[in-house]
C-alpha cells in the first residue's frame, strides 16, 4: 500500500509518500480501506517535533473508510461497513488498523470526505454542549473563534439544543459565516474591545450561562468576566498560549462560578459513550440541522502540500487527503 511518512522532523518537506507494507489488524482491530483522511494541527506538530515521535511514522490520526477485515474477537462491525475514526495512528494511508471499540458509524447519506473531516471537532463539540455543560432551551452561550472549526459546529449543536450563542471572530469575514451556522450576535475582538462590556450589554447586564473558550491566555480574564452568577467557564483549548495558574478563590468572590478544563478523551472513555455521542453528530449531518462542509481536498500523494496551506493559514473550513 501507499501511506505518507514523515521521515524526520520538520516542514512539509520531510513528508514522502512512500510503499509500504500493509498493515495487520490485530486482536480487537479492524483493517479499513481508507477513503478520506482529516487533517489536524496535531498532524503538523507530531510531523515537525513539536510532539516527540518516532522517524519515520505515517501520518494522520483521523479518517473514514470501509472495513477490509477483522482481528480476532471483533463482532461490533462487518467487512464492509463504512466507518470512521478520529484517534488512529497512521491515517494518511491506503489501509489502516483501528481499534474497534474506537470506530463510528457512517450513514451512507454521508460522503467519506464528511465523514473524515467531521470526528475530532464534532465529537468535541458534541461533548462541549452536553458534558462539559449541558445547555439548555433559553441559556446563553459566549463562543470564542465562533468561525473556527470547532466553533462553527458547536455553534449549530448549542442553537439545535435551544440556546442562544453570542459568538467572537478576528474579521468581517468571519463574522458572516458565524452568523451563517446561526450566531445570534457576533462581535470582533482585538485591541480596544472589551470583551465582557460587550457580553453585558447584549444580555442585559446578566452575562452568559456558559463561556466556551479552547483560545486561552487571551481570553480567559474576559470569559470569566462574562459570566452571570453561577455560570459555567468551560476551557477546552489554548490557541493564544495556556492560562497561567489563579487563586481557586475567584470562583467564589466572581459570582460562585464553574471552571473545567476537559478533553476529548475523558468523554469518549468507552464503546458506548463514543457511540452515543458520533450518533448525534451523524444525526445531525443526516437531519440537515448541523451543516459541515469539507474546506479543500488533495490526494493523498499531495501531503505535503495540503500541509503548506494549512499551515499558511490559505485554507477555510476542513482540509481532508482524498484516498
Not at 455521542?277 to 451523524?282: F, G, L, N, Y
Request: proline share 5%.
Amino acid at each position: 500500500m501507499h501511506a505518507v511518512q514523515a521521515m524526520r522532523a520538520g516542514g512539509p518537506e520531510v513528508l514522502e509518500y512512500r510503499e509500504v507494507p500493509d498493515p495487520e489488524p490485530q486482536a480487537g482491530e479492524v483493517l479499513v480501506e481508507v477513503r478520506a483522511a482529516g487533517i489536524n494541527f496535531i498532524d503538523t506538530y507530531r510531523r515537525s517535533g513539536v510532539y516527540p515521535m518516532e522517524f519515520p511514522h505515517t501520518v494522520g490520526v483521523e479518517g473514514s473508510g470501509v472495513v477490509r477485515a477483522l482481528g480476532e474477537g471483533v463482532t461490533q462491525v462487518a467487512v464492509g461497513d463504512r466507518v470512521a475514526w478520529h484517534n488512529a495512528h497512521g491515517s494518511y494511508a491506503e489501509l489502516v488498523c483501528v481499534s474497534a471499540d474506537e470506530l463510528m458509524r457512517v450513514p451512507d447519506s454521508v460522503g467519506f470526505e464528511t465523514a473524515a473531516a467531521i470526528p475530532m471537532q464534532g465529537l468535541t463539540s458534541q461533548y462541549l454542549a452536553t458534558g462539559s455543560h449541558r445547555i439548555e432551551p433559553g441559556q446563553t452561550a459566549l463562543i470564542h473563534a465562533a468561525a473556527g472549526g470547532v466553533g462553527l459546529i458547536l455553534t449549530q449543536f448549542v442553537k439545535h439544543l435551544g440556546g442562544r450563542v453570542i459568538g467572537t471572530v478576528s474579521t468581517p469575514e468571519k463574522a458572516e459565516l458565524a452568523r451563517a451556522a446561526g450566531a445570534d450576535d457576533v462581535f470582533l475582538y482585538g485591541p480596544g474591545v472589551d470583551i465582557a462590556a460587550t457580553v453585558r450589554e447584549l444580555t442585559g447586564g446578566e452575562g452568559v450561562d456558559v463561556a466556551y473558550d479552547g483560545v486561552g491566555k487571551d481570553t480567559f480574564d474576559a470569559s470569566m468576566a462574562s459570566l452571570k452568577v453561577r455560570g459555567s467557564m468551560v476551557l477546552f483549548g489554548g490557541a493564544s498560549g495556556q492560562v497561567p495558574p489563579f487563586d481557586i478563590q475567584r470562583l467564589n468572590s466572581e459570582g460562585g462560578l464553574f471552571l473545567s478544563r476537559p478533553s476529548l478523551v475523558w468523554f469518549t472513555r468507552t464503546p458506548e459513550e463514543l457511540a452515543e455521542r458520533s450518533a448525534m453528530v451523524m444525526e445531525g449531518l443526516e437531519q440537515g440541522w448541523l451543516d459541515f462542509r469539507v474546506g479543500t481536498a488533495f490526494p493523498l500523494a499531495q501531503a505535503a502540500e495540503a500541509h503548506r496551506a494549512l499551515e499558511g493559514r490559505q485554507t477555510t473550513g476542513k482540509v481532508v487527503l482524498t484516498v
